[in-house]
């Protein structure tokens, strides 16, 4: 029989709903709670035999067996609790929530009612992720010892500076909102999660653009072009914009894994390049789509050489690489069965807690600053597989 799934919010990642909608081989769309008229009508017209709801009482009332939190990171923890606490399993988008309390507050609400949670970090399946993850695991390159990563945000502008992204009070910042996906990730290349944090940032070119427009009721399709160019021409930027587009920040893990992370929005180009080096040799993407090359080096070199091994990136289907429909897949199963996943509630904490220490550290002095663990009963309790009550 079909999973009855539910979604709230239905914007720029309601594609993630719509790869959710499977009649007929295990789960089905039925319901939307959303106040944007123009994501009701979108709705509408994906799924025609779906209810439009006028509240999240009115969605959760709806027999329902997950739900998708796909709405502006600050509502996460609004809607997240209420579903769990209706014994409903939820799917939240990453990241988990904008503050580390609310991180908090969801994972306990999920164990409170042993409700599964699932978190949206999509890039746990993206075949060059995998790719790189399963040649540390193959113990290629001997015992991780760091961990950079260099994020080229192309087109940043676009993506965060014309909407809610570049307002701190509804994103805290781009190391938190953007970063999320590569501190998750760092972390789980490296075998830990950060214990300690440094970072410096700032707001270096969108700031000085002072066209700047509401653009309540669009979207970022409606005015993403690859003509926007260069970042300094761009015009009808978000009227409240305190974010930096660019940063980095400096992690100490507890593992004692030391990890770097660079992101810059305004970028000609667009992809991360991760670079992993162990104890017996290193491994280092170059592009991250199908097609890329995964390079290894584990002889001695006198300087710069060509990779002793090279591997090609596979080819997925459906967005980010293939990974969207991958994740989709195993939260279906995770509801199903409680089967095991590659995505973390925890992970997904540590995450925002790494991103958000790392924003207090850089709008600060940059000193060094610890990010808080999580309670060890709740680290339990999801390592153990949310087992139900």
């Not at 075998?191 to 270096?204: K, M, P």
């Not at 000085?208 to 653009?215: E, F, K, L, S, Y």
């Not at 995770?334 to 973390?344: M, N, P």
Request: aromatic share 8%; proline share 4%; net charge negative.
């Amino acid at each position: 029989m079909d999973l009855r799934i539910g979604v709230v919010g239905y914007g720029n990642r309601g594609s993630v709903a719509r790869e959710a909608h499977r009649p007929g081989a295990g789960s089905v769309v039925v319901a939307l709670c959303d106040l944007s008229e123009r994501s009701r009508d979108e709705f509408r017209e994906a799924f025609p035999d779906a209810t439009v709801t006028g509240s999240l009482g009115e969605l959760l009332a709806l027999d329902l067996d997950a739900v998708m939190v796909l709405t502006p990171d600050d509502q996460h923890a609004a809607v997240v609790i209420p579903a769990l606490e209706a014994g409903v399993a939820a799917f939240c988008e990453k990241p988990l929530a904008i503050s580390i309390d609310d991180c908090d507050r969801i994972l306990e609400a999920a164990r409170r009612t042993g409700s599964r949670l699932y978190v949206g970090h999509n890039m746990r399946h993206m075949p060059v992720i995998t790719l790189m993850r399963g040649l540390i695991r193959e113990g290629r390159i001997g015992e991780v010892k760091a961990v950079w990563c260099r994020h080229f945000v192309g087109n940043g502008g676009d993506y965060y500076f014309k909407d809610w992204h570049a307002d701190r009070s509804k994103s805290v910042g781009l190391l938190l909102q953007k970063g999320a996906h590569d501190l998750d990730v760092i972390h789980w290349l490296a075998g830990g999660y950060s214990s300690r944090v440094q970072a410096i940032g700032s707001l270096s070119v969108y700031g000085a653009i002072d066209d700047r427009r509401d653009r309540a009721g669009e979207r970022m399709q409606d005015w993403f072009s690859l003509d926007n160019w260069p970042p300094t021409a761009l015009d009808g930027l978000n009227p409240v914009m305190d974010v930096e587009d660019i940063s980095q920040v400096n992690m100490v893990l507890d593992n004692g894994v030391l990890a770097s992370y660079q992101q810059c929005h305004f970028a000609p180009d667009y992809w991360r390049n991760y670079t992993v080096i162990g104890t017996e040799g290193r491994i280092e993407n170059f592009g991250d789509d199908a097609g890329s090359q995964v390079g290894l080096w584990n002889r001695r070199h006198g300087s710069a050489a060509p990779a002793d091994e090279t591997f090609v990136v596979s080819e997925g289907i459906g967005g980010h690489g293939g990974a969207d429909s991958l994740m989709i897949s195993e939260f279906l199963e995770f509801v199903r069965s409680g089967a095991e996943a590659q995505t973390s509630p925890v992970a997904a904490r540590n995450a925002v807690a790494t991103g958000v220490v790392a924003t207090v550290s850089l709008r600060g002095d940059g000193s060094t600053l610890p990010v808080p663990a999580l309670d060890a009963g709740l680290v339990e309790y999801f390592a153990a597989g949310q087992p139900t009550r």
